[in-house]
């Protein structure tokens, strides 16, 4: 079936780097445009960054910019996002999503991968 | 950037009922790339609406979205005990991507 599995996430102190993956099947993973989305502990819904289907085309939220990179591997079916210098304020669960052909919005999210930035 | 404001921030509503949640944009939001998710505890959002007024699929008819430019609208028609949770809308027009904040709806 179709679906988006995150990994990666943990415990790390600040300053240091994490990249996360997302890992898909059930879907032509090349086709679609992908986007990664954060929620801090009893908060909302805080979109970070979107990479077009070829990889040629991201964009981030001026919150990360300078710090997060987004990437893709099609042939491994696989999404990244690579965290350079992590703030407390970084802690969330981080979903990547999949921006849908004909339901053009966030269609397919994956379970969340939980970041802790933490001494 | 475009600011979503949601309101009311909770509803509170009892089974059975109609919910009526609002999304305003603080400009007008390109081609109506409005969606709506639902959120429960614990798990991923869901889409429920996108191009502000399209029903994604397997999303019952109670679930309406309407609205353009800056103004947009979630009607829940009768609320079912499964629809108690968070309804959040975004933005896709333009990047960033936006979220509202969130109306929480319960009991």
């Known amino acids: 079936q179709v679906q988006l599995v995150e990994s990666g996430g943990g415990v790390v102190q600040p300053g240091r780097s994490l990249r996360l993956s997302c890992a898909a099947s059930g879907f032509s993973f090349s086709l679609y445009t992908m986007h990664w989305v954060r929620q801090a502990p009893g908060k909302g819904l805080e979109w970070v960054a979107v990479l077009s289907s070829d990889g040629g085309d991201k964009s981030y939220a001026d919150s990360v910019k300078g710090r997060f990179t987004i990437s893709r591997d099609n042939s491994k079916h696989a999404l990244y996002l690579q965290i350079n210098g992590l703030i407390i304020e970084d802690t969330a669960v981080y979903f990547c999503?999949?921006?849908?052909?004909?339901?053009?919005?966030?269609?397919?999210w994956g379970q969340g991968t939980m970041v802790t930035v933490s001494s | 950037e475009i600011v979503l404001t949601q309101s009311p921030g909770t509803l509170s509503l009892s089974p059975g009922e109609r919910a009526t949640l609002s999304c305003r944009a603080s400009q007008s939001v390109a081609s109506s790339y409005l969606a709506w998710y639902q959120q429960k505890p614990g798990q991923a959002p869901r889409l429920l609406i996108f191009g502000a007024s399209s029903r994604a699929t397997g999303i019952p008819d109670r679930f309406s979205g309407s609205g353009s430019g800056t103004d947009f609208t979630l009607t829940i028609s009768r609320l079912e005990p499964e629809d108690f949770a968070v309804y959040y809308c975004q933005q896709y027009g333009s990047s960033p991507f936006t979220f509202g904040p969130g109306t929480k709806v319960d009991i």
């Open positions: 999503a999949r921006f849908g052909e004909f339901q053009r919005a966030l269609d397919i």
